[in-house]
């Protein structure tokens, strides 16, 4: 069992088995929006972003980049959670389907998206593929 565990370790980073501090969960919420943003005004959802659009993404992002995948995607926090605390936050709006937009109030631009200079070449190849 304890070898399992290290070669997962291996794998995943370790702060995926940690406690998550105010840091990570801040982290694991700006991450998210950077997703919702990037479906919205990159990846031809202008209409809008479902929440199967999102865990998609995420799926593709796991073969691409697994650091920004787990620093998103918890054990014990599903993406719903997630998506409620940056609905809560206002960072991010919901219509009456559920389709989620980015609050253009709040978020202007990409200066607005802590992580966007980081994270966005990282999207882009998952949107090519």
């Not at 479906?39 to 999102?54: C, M, R, T, W, Y």
């Not at 940056?86 to 631009?109: A, M, P, W």
């Amino acid at each position: 069992m304890e070898d399992e565990k290290r070669k997962i370790r291996g794998i995943v980073p370790e702060e995926y088995f940690a406690g998550e501090d105010w840091l990570r969960a801040g982290r694991r919420r700006f991450l998210l929006l950077n997703v919702i943003y990037y479906l919205q005004h990159f990846a031809g959802k202008e209409s809008g972003v479902s929440e199967g659009d999102i865990l998609e993404f995420l799926e593709a992002l796991k073969n691409v980049d697994v650091e920004i995948y787990y620093s998103i995607v918890k054990p014990n926090i599903p993406v719903e959670l997630t998506l409620k605390e940056l609905l809560l936050d206002g960072l991010v709006t919901e219509d009456q389907e559920g389709v989620l937009f980015v609050n253009k109030e709040k978020i202007k631009s990409e200066r607005k998206l802590i992580y966007w200079g980081n994270v966005k070449k990282v999207f882009d190849k998952i949107n090519e593929s």
